[in-house]
């Protein structure tokens, strides 16, 4: 099982970046995907969740309106659109997926980790 995060990078307050996590080994029918950031001295706090069915989201309140998940099923591939972003979203961006997820919020609900991706926003 692979997660690969990609599509970090450096950009002003205001701009939109990409991220894409792109998965192999498991089926995104059975797993929950979920995007998670950790910046320097803080906790992993979750960022947002699509279910399995593709079809329920999850976004933190720090990033309601911002930032919007999707899935293409075909590519096998998970995307974190994030826009009007601020210098506070600049983190390590990991994605990560997990079977029969009950908390969202708990990185100990997801059993296959990417290697994050850093995000950082300049003010």
């Known amino acids: 099982v692979q997660l690969q995060a990609s599509g970090g990078g450096l950009v002003q307050a205001g701009g939109s970046l990409r991220l894409s996590c792109s998965i192999s080994?498991?089926?995104?029918?059975?797993?929950?995907i979920v995007w998670f950031r950790q910046a320097p001295g803080k906790e992993r706090d979750v960022v947002s969740s699509?279910?399995?069915?593709?079809?329920?989201?999850y976004y933190a309140d720090s990033v309601k309106g911002r930032f919007t998940i999707s899935r293409d099923d075909a590519k096998k591939t998970v995307y974190l659109q994030m826009s009007s972003l601020k210098p506070e979203d600049t983190a390590i961006y990991y994605c990560?997926?997990?079977?029969?997820?009950?908390?969202?919020?708990?990185?100990?609900?997801?059993?296959?980790w990417g290697q994050g991706t850093q995000v950082t926003v300049s003010s």
């Open positions: 990560a997926a997990g079977q029969f997820v009950t908390r969202i919020t708990s990185t100990g609900a997801y059993q296959y």
């Open positions: 080994g498991i089926s995104l029918d059975y797993y929950t």
């Open positions: 699509i279910s399995r069915n593709g079809v329920t989201t």
